[in-house]
């Protein structure tokens, strides 16, 4: 069972609050496309971190908390005033920021190694995070700059949107969008201190950007996004705690970010809409439903030209003639077809059921339809009508057929002088006896 | 509020002179690379259709960016109803281009709507269940209330333009600025556009367009300003939509002006107190 100690009360609490704040924080860095803004103010913050140590001599989370707060701002600042005063664009600008500032708290930290402190070793823990070093101190501190994040973001839920999505409209409002820019930036600067010591300057733009993309798979609504980041983020941390607690030598922060990883490419794959795995399902549904229709259009034309009655059969070498399929395809969609009732399969041919009848009806009904529309309303040739009409008898849907029929006053006769079915109406599944 | 004052203008004869809406005098606007305008002088009339007509890069969108205070002026200033744009911003409604934001954004027609009312709501507040009514209200009046709660990444173009058009109603301002509202949309969405400028006019609001399409220019607007880095002209649409006006505006590089501008943007890199020209976008 797990063993419950004072290290992994403060471990399990602060990788919690970092994954909640962060996980809110970041839906903002995504949608705004500012990911990598976040990353540069961790690296940013690191020399803050060691001048406050050269500066006190301690190790107090609030001078080290502190340092690396005013530091990444004037990285924030800094980025900034490069876009603004030069021509380097802002990832350029990014980049030049989070190296810079990163080389600078490298070239301290090794400084401070080598000085005769005694107390200056696990500021290292920085770089890759150290969650086992946290103190009570610690957790403190980090709940104090989480606490105060989320109210700010609770308070500005309203003008945050604004910022994201219509910046200029904002602007228009009376709203003063670069005051809210950096409010938003130095709340993204209080995230990234609190999760500092727990995931380090390397990893920590995963806790702000990993929870919020995940998010954004599953809801189409800002605040449900946000709070559905909070809960991956505060999850992941949680379980990324707990899982290195129980493992020796397994690391806090990087287990933290592999379990919100995880949520990340499970949401990319399932989530409904934006999952790939549904994107591929609809795909297939798709192109075996058209696969369907196409032969059950192609049996009604064939029927309509052998004139053998509404139920008679039509040879399999008619129908893959239609198309230019192989036998086996059209074997495999006829197979289906048979399985739905719409058709009944013999060594010879197929011919349809009742209900294959209807449905095949429904279809050349739209297709003439369109092919109609299409010579009046559009004045093109009749040989040229089929292949438009051939797609839209798959899209078109019961309204748009309902606009058309109307526009056409309801015609009886497509442009190829064929008649067009009306499943609607009694007998309408007869429709291909009446043929000239 | 301005509804008042601005119905009774809609009952008077609308070929009479009405009250000025927009005040310009002497506005030169330079940003980045971007292209300028220069030394516009501009008063408009209220209760009218206004096109802003001029080809690429006249300055067109800038003008009513600056109108809107969304960017500062190097000289020059802009009067809305005789007063600065921020003792003005509640009479004023605005719609960007469509294509200034990210229709991924994960958000409802309805929600971008309510926008409209933020500035009503002043910070802090939220809206609230009748303002969720009043946004109902204004996309039923551009006529897409069935897709309130769509995702506004699933709407057409035609649909996006109308939900944007919704949430400048949502404004009840007395006057609308429009960046192209009529761009890039279906036969059935422009006419419900134009019928709905004609609708605002009818209430005696004005509206000020950017607008691309010559065509349709003098069926749906009666008055235009022709732009074209400078004010080339401006007045009723009978009198000055005429083909010397508009060869004057659209024939021949304004190679002068562009120089000019050139030297000026060159200036400016030398001289960072003019940095203060910078758009807040």
């Not at chain 2, 007063?83 to 958000?107: H, I, L, N």
Request: net charge neutral.
């Amino acid at each position: 069972m797990i063993e419950w100690t004072f290290t992994l009360r403060n471990v399990l609490i602060g990788a919690t609050l970092l994954g909640v704040v962060g996980g809110m924080l970041g839906c903002y860095a995504v949608l705004r496309r500012q990911s990598l803004l976040g990353d540069a103010l961790a690296h940013a913050a690191l020399p803050g971190v060691a001048i406050a140590f050269l500066l006190t001599g301690s190790k107090d989370p609030a001078a080290l908390f502190g340092g690396a707060l005013v530091a990444g701002m004037i990285g924030a600042l800094l980025i900034l005033a490069v876009v603004r005063f030069s021509r380097v664009k802002e990832d350029s600008a990014i980049g030049i920021v989070l190296s810079v500032f990163f080389g600078i708290g490298i070239v301290l930290l090794t400084y401070i190694q080598r000085q005769p402190y005694g107390n200056q070793s696990g500021l290292d823990h920085f770089l890759f995070g150290q969650a086992a070093s946290l103190v009570t101190r610690d957790v403190v501190v980090m709940a104090i700059l989480g606490g105060l994040t989320l109210v700010m973001v609770a308070l500005f839920y309203k003008e945050f949107q604004l910022l994201a999505f219509d910046r200029e409209f904002g602007a228009s409002l009376g709203f003063p969008m670069r005051a809210l820019e950096v409010v938003l930036t130095v709340l993204l600067v209080v995230v990234v201190v609190v999760g500092l010591q727990t995931v380090g300057v390397i990893l920590i733009i995963a806790t702000l950007v990993t929870p919020a993309a995940a998010a954004r798979q599953w809801t189409e609504k800002l605040g449900i996004m946000m709070l559905l980041s909070a809960t991956i983020g505060g999850g992941s941390g949680a379980v990324g705690a707990l899982l290195s607690s129980q493992i020796a030598r397994l690391p806090t922060g990087p287990v933290i970010v592999l379990c919100s990883s995880a949520v990340l490419i499970v949401s990319i794959l399932v989530a409904p809409q934006r999952g790939l795995l549904w994107a591929w399902l609809r795909r297939i549904r798709l192109v075996r439903r058209i696969q369907d229709e196409n032969l059950l259009r192609d049996l009604w034309v064939r029927l309509e030209r052998l004139q053998t009655g509404p139920y008679g059969s039509v040879a399999w070498a008619a129908l893959m003639g239609m198309r230019g399929q192989t036998g086996r395809q059209i074997h495999r969609v006829a197979k289906r077809l048979e399985k739905a009732g719409c058709l009944k399969r013999d060594a010879r041919g197929a011919r349809f059921t009742p209900e294959g009848r209807v449905a095949a009806a429904h279809l050349v009904r739209k297709h003439r339809l369109w092919e109609l529309y299409l010579t009046r309303q559009l004045d093109l040739a009749e040989d040229h009508v089929h292949r438009d009409a051939d797609m839209i008898e798959h899209a078109l849907d019961e309204e748009a057929l309902a606009t058309l029929e109307e526009k056409l006053g309801y015609p009886e006769v497509d442009p190829h002088g064929r008649p067009i079915p009306d499943p609607s109406r009694r007998g309408g599944e007869l429709g291909g006896e009446i043929a000239a | 509020m301005t509804r008042s004052s601005a119905n009774v203008a809609s009952s008077m004869d609308t070929s009479s002179p009405l009250e000025t809406s927009i005040e310009i005098h002497d506005l030169t606007v330079a940003y980045h690379t971007q292209p300028v305008l220069w030394d516009v002088d501009l008063a408009l009339p209220e209760g009218r259709l206004i096109a802003i007509v001029g080809p690429n890069g006249a300055g067109k969108s800038t003008l009513l960016k600056a109108i809107l205070g969304l960017v500062k002026p190097i000289t020059g200033w802009v009067k809305v109803f005789d007063a600065p744009y921020r003792q003005r911003r509640s009479w004023v409604g605005y719609v960007p281009q469509r294509e200034s934001v990210d229709w991924d954004f994960p958000t409802s027609a309805l929600d971008v709507v309510q926008m409209g009312l933020y500035g009503a709501l002043g910070w802090f507040r939220r809206p609230g269940k009748s303002h969720r009514e009043q946004a109902l209200a204004c996309l039923d009046t551009v006529g897409i209330a069935h897709l309130a709660d769509r995702q506004i990444s699933q709407l057409s173009g035609g649909q996006r333009q109308r939900v944007f058009l919704a949430r400048a109603l949502a404004q009840d301002a007395r006057l609308y600025l429009m960046d192209e509202p009529f761009a890039g949309v279906d036969v059935t969405t422009e006419r419900a556009i134009l019928g709905l400028l004609q609708e605002l006019r009818a209430e005696g609001r004005t509206v000020v367009a950017v607008h691309h399409d010559l065509h349709t220019v003098a069926e749906y607007f009666d008055y235009v300003v022709l732009l074209n880095m400078r004010l080339v002209a401006a007045g009723p649409v009978e009198t000055t939509f005429t083909p010397e006006n508009l060869q004057r505006t659209y024939g021949g590089r304004l190679t002068v002006l562009t120089q000019a501008t050139e030297a000026l943007l060159a200036a400016r890199a030398e001289a960072p107190e003019l940095q203060g020209q910078v758009s807040d976008s």
